[in-house]
């Protein structure tokens, strides 16, 4: 996994039963361990073996994207450099004005010119570049059907659910639980929509991060004894005009940002951790 901020991110994946089968005290305690490096998460023989999978494929993921990132955003913009991008403009849902290419992504504009230099109103991230550049020279731009599905039936998306749902999906519920006014905030800030309730949600908002690559969220309020719930749906052409790995790279993006949001708005416990 990746390295936890403290011993209570560590806590939270463990199933706090004390029962003192790893040789610690507490499962707090095991916790503390683990993050001083005296333990390994595995140690604990009450943890799934679906979380430590997970976790462990999670350390891959982040470890080959922190040390490829920055080689792949400039190859990406070498490409770019390359293409027609007054052709893209159409495919893409853009519009081209002086040699720059401009989509909006949340409702703010996100542009790139013909040397690969990128441009926005917001905040370059690495999670909207690489998805925006990937976006531009691969996506075969087909329409929105209005047609949703989980990330778990897109192309590549069953094997990599496991990891969807604990890195955006799960870290996005926590966000909206403690969080009341999250889903206004999308609709006014980043020009989200909110739709008639899909699936039998109490909540749905439409966001679009690219302009053909429409995100619904969908949260369940706790009812009768149940918790809460919160998944993410794209529409079934998603993975012709963006690849698995982008669109896992927006989920995660999204939830972080919207962690920062709530923090920003005076709900410190609203997490994505």
Same mark, same amino acid.
């Given at each position: 996994?990746?390295?936890?901020?403290?011993?209570? +991110?560590?806590?939270?994946?463990?199933?706090?039963?004390?029962?003192?089968?790893?040789?610690?005290?507490?499962? &707090?305690?095991?916790?503390?361990?683990?993050?001083?490096?005296?333990?390994?998460?595995?140690?604990?023989?009450?943890?799934?073996?679906?979380?430590?999978?997970?976790?462990?494929? +999670?350390?891959?993921? +982040?470890?080959?994207?922190?040390?490829?990132?920055?080689?792949?955003?400039?190859?990406?913009? @070498?490409?770019?450099?390359?293409?027609?991008?007054?052709?893209?403009?159409?495919?893409?849902?853009?519009?081209?004005?002086?040699?720059? &290419?401009?989509?909006?992504?949340?409702?703010?504009?996100?542009?790139?010119?013909?040397?690969?230099?990128?441009?926005?109103?917001?905040?370059? @991230?690495?999670?909207?570049?690489?998805?925006?550049?990937?976006?531009?020279?691969?996506?075969?731009?087909?329409?929105?059907?209005?047609?949703?599905?989980?990330?778990?039936?897109?192309?590549?998306?069953?094997?990599?659910?496991?990891?969807?749902?604990?890195?955006?999906?799960?870290?996005?519920?926590?966000?909206?639980?403690?969080?009341?006014?999250l889903f206004d905030d999308l609709v006014h800030i980043f020009s989200g929509l909110k739709v008639a309730e899909e699936f039998e949600s109490d909540i749905s908002v439409v966001l679009?991060?690219?302009?053909?690559?429409?995100?619904?969220?969908?949260?369940?309020?706790?009812?009768?004894?149940?918790?809460?719930? &919160?998944? &993410?749906?794209?529409?079934?052409?998603?993975?012709?005009?963006?690849?698995?790995?982008?669109?896992?790279?927006?989920?995660?993006?999204?939830?972080?940002?919207?962690?920062?949001? %709530?923090?920003?708005?005076?709900?410190?416990?609203?997490? %994505?951790?």
């Amino acid at each position: 996994m990746p390295k936890p901020k403290n011993a209570m +991110e560590i806590f939270q994946l463990l199933d706090q039963s004390n029962c003192r089968q790893c040789g610690e005290k507490t499962c &707090l305690a095991f916790a503390g361990a683990v993050f001083t490096g005296r333990r390994k998460l595995e140690d604990c023989p009450q943890l799934s073996p679906e979380i430590t999978q997970c976790c462990a494929e +999670e350390s891959q993921v +982040e470890n080959v994207a922190e040390q490829n990132r920055d080689a792949y955003l400039a190859q990406l913009k @070498n490409e770019v450099a390359g293409i027609d991008l007054a052709k893209v403009a159409d495919r893409s849902g853009g519009r081209f004005v002086d040699g720059t &290419l401009t989509l909006k992504v949340l409702g703010k504009n996100f542009g790139v010119d013909e040397n690969g230099k990128l441009f926005a109103d917001i905040h370059i @991230n690495p999670w909207v570049a690489v998805p925006f550049l990937s976006y531009i020279l691969y996506g075969k731009g087909r329409p929105v059907s209005g047609n949703w599905v989980s990330f778990r039936d897109l192309k590549d998306g069953m094997e990599r659910y496991p990891l969807f749902q604990k890195r955006c999906e799960a870290p996005m519920k926590r966000v909206a639980d403690a969080y009341p006014r999250l889903f206004d905030d999308l609709v006014h800030i980043f020009s989200g929509l909110k739709v008639a309730e899909e699936f039998e949600s109490d909540i749905s908002v439409v966001l679009h991060p690219l302009p053909k690559v429409p995100i619904m969220i969908c949260y369940w309020l706790p009812e009768d004894g149940l918790a809460s719930s &919160l998944n &993410l749906y794209f529409d079934q052409t998603v993975d012709e005009n963006l690849d698995i790995g982008s669109i896992f790279s927006i989920g995660a993006g999204l939830s972080q940002m919207f962690a920062n949001l %709530a923090r920003r708005h005076g709900f410190p416990e609203a997490t %994505a951790s």
